[in-house]
């Protein structure tokens, strides 16, 4: 995209060039002839196209701007998201910081109490391995005096016994506590850190995208700046070549009469107006140089006056359009025009009235409509002034 940039300002930049030298000849005559003034209309055809293109570019390089600014308000958005999931990760993992420390402590307890029963069951296993067990417990039930004290010890043996299987019971259940809560801590652990790596990731991500988007911006508002200078030295230039013109048309006869009729005979609703206005597409106040009549898809338009076209076919902003020449000076234009909708050839004469095109929304417009003109001497005037509306 920038490589095809770069490439037209160069052109834009030649094509200034050669009408600058253009201008060094032709100043040196001092009345023009016929074919002087084809070459100056031809010159400001040139600039007019260049012109156009530049507005096609400058357009397309403020929507770049503006959609590459939108994403990146997206990306900052998603930051600052982020920057909140970054608090609450960083909670949880105090959270589970906390609470691998517990578990830490809780195995440590276990692991004490284990030593602990382990211990008193080596102490009961060496002294029943001393004494045979069933040997103790018949020697012991004999040392009784009597029947009750029989039952006594009877009963005192069951529960060493039932106590030394409780310890083995417990101690089970330790070495199972403990293996438990060392699975937990280590999923704890393991969880905290993809958390956090996934976390970093996003954020690195996010800071290369916001990175290659400020960069494209940059890159396209230096681009527009200097579109913007090649349109002002274009304009410059389509003035010039007016004031070459208007010098030239001096000889170029006078007008073939009658007044101007409305360009569009079943519409004469005006929605924009002569003068300068905030522009629909480009949001900044702009000269408007014509008329704008609302009209339907390929409804018909007419010519104003009798006269001979003199251009008809694409111009940029303003799309598929028209000119006639009245004579005298006088010319009107017809913008916007239906693809495949002009109805007349370069040099071909025609009446006031006579159908030329149809109407459409070609070029720079928001909806179908005729934008019309009035020049005089190639500059514009107030359509009003000239053609009364119906």
């Not at 930051?79 to 691998?100: R, Y």
């Not at 999923?187 to 790596?197: C, G, I, N, R, S």
């Not at 013109?245 to 924009?272: C, E, F, H």
Request: hydrophobic share 35%; charged share 30%.
């Amino acid at each position: 995209m920038h490589k095809k940039q770069g490439e037209h300002i160069q052109m834009t930049k030649r094509i200034i060039c050669l009408l600058f030298v253009f201008f060094l000849t032709s100043s040196l005559v001092l009345h023009g002839s016929a074919s002087q003034l084809s070459d100056y209309q031809k010159k400001l055809k040139e600039a007019e196209t260049a012109k156009s293109k530049l507005a096609q570019n400058i357009k397309k390089t403020e929507k770049d701007i503006n959609w590459n600014k939108k994403k990146r308000d997206e990306v900052v958005k998603e930051l600052e998201a982020l920057g909140l999931e970054k608090e609450q990760i960083e909670q949880q993992v105090q959270l589970l910081e906390s609470a691998i420390l517990s578990l830490e402590d809780a195995i440590a307890k276990a692991e004490q109490e284990y030593d602990e029963q382990m211990e008193l069951l080596q102490e009961r296993l060496r002294v029943m391995y001393k004494r045979s067990s069933s040997v103790w417990e018949l020697d012991e039930l004999l040392k009784s005096r009597n029947v009750n004290e029989f039952i006594v010890r009877l009963r005192l043996i069951r529960q060493i016994a039932e106590n030394d299987q409780s310890i083995l019971d417990s101690i089970e259940e330790k070495r199972l506590e403990i293996e438990e809560l060392k699975k937990r801590k280590q999923y704890e652990l393991e969880y905290a850190v993809e958390q956090v790596k996934h976390f970093m990731q996003q954020i690195e991500e996010k800071e290369i995208s916001r990175s290659s988007l400020d960069r494209e911006i940059k890159s396209d508002e230096k681009t527009l700046k200097q579109y913007l200078k090649d349109e002002d030295q274009l304009e410059k230039t389509s003035k010039e070549l007016e004031v070459l013109i208007q010098k030239a048309q001096k000889s170029s006869g006078v007008y073939r009469g009658g007044d101007l009729v409305w360009p569009m005979p079943t519409n004469k609703n005006i929605y924009s107006y002569y003068g300068n206005r905030l522009h629909p597409i480009y949001k900044v106040w702009k000269m408007h140089t014509g008329i704008d009549i609302g009209s339907a898809l390929n409804e018909a338009i007419v010519a104003a006056g009798d006269g001979t076209v003199i251009d008809a076919g694409y111009r940029g902003g303003y799309g598929y359009m028209v000119i006639i020449d009245h004579g005298g000076g006088i010319t009107t234009l017809y913008a916007h025009i239906n693809k495949g909708g002009i109805l007349v050839k370069v040099g071909q004469d025609v009446k006031a009235g006579q159908k030329i095109a149809k109407a459409g929304k070609t070029g720079t417009a928001t909806g179908t409509h005729l934008h019309f003109e009035v020049r005089v001497n190639g500059k514009h005037q107030n359509p009003l002034e000239y053609v009364p509306q119906p």
